[in-house]
């Protein structure tokens, strides 16, 4: 008599699992970016604060011209 086997996980299971994971990767980025953008955004009005106004050396640095 032989004993039942643990298999290896069906392709079904084993997609699944890859779909779950770029799920997470995907959000991950996209929690990356958002946190990035708030932390430019803080820098730019940071800038602005403490440079006193809208002047054209605001630009330059919110667009890398400087």
Do not use: W
């Not at 995907?26 to 403490?50: D, E, G, H, N, S």
């Amino acid at each position: 008599m032989r004993l039942p086997t643990q298999s290896a996980p069906s392709r079904a299971a084993l997609h699944y699992t890859a779909a779950i994971m770029l799920k997470n990767l995907i959000l991950c980025l996209k929690l990356a970016l958002v946190f990035a953008a708030i932390v430019f955004f803080a820098k730019a009005l940071q800038y602005l604060i403490f440079n006193g106004g809208l002047s054209g050396e605001f630009y330059d640095y919110l667009f890398f011209r400087k």
